[in-house]
Structures are given as C-alpha cells and as structure tokens.
C-alpha cells in the first residue's frame, strides 16, 4: 500500500481560476450590502465591511 498525503491546509488564491472576477465581484456586493446594513446597528462593523469591500475592489481592478 502506498502513503497517500493530502494537502491539509492547501490555498488555492481566489484570483486564479475562469471564475475569479465573477466571484471577487458576488463578495464585493456582499461586502457592501452587509456594510450598508451594518452602519445603523455598529459603525466599526460597518467600517470593517468597507475596508473588505474597498480591499476586493483593488483586486478587480489589477485584474480587469
């Protein structure tokens, strides 16, 4: 029998893939509606939600 190893821990990046742009851009959204919605109840979570959506948004535009 042969030792199998598995890559526990392995990363793929998000920003490798056919899919990349469609699904750096569905987080993208998500980040912004969640920080939209969060600005009334907590202003940090709020300003987390920006700063992860602006983060995103620079790596779409490297990417277009």
């Known amino acids: 029998m042969k030792n199998q ?3 526990v821990g392995a990363v ?6 056919s899919h990349a742009i469609s699904i750096l851009e569905y987080r993208y959204q998500n980040f912004i509606e969640k920080a939209a ?3 009334y109840i907590n202003t940090n979570l ?3 939600f920006n ?3 602006e ?3 620079k790596i779409l535009e490297n990417l277009a």
């Open 51 to 53: 700063r992860k959506a």
């Open 37 to 39: 919605d969060a600005t």
């Open 12 to 17: 793929t990046p998000i920003t490798s893939g």
């Open 46 to 48: 709020g300003e987390f």
């Open 55 to 57: 983060a995103i948004k």
């Open 5 to 7: 190893y598995c890559r």
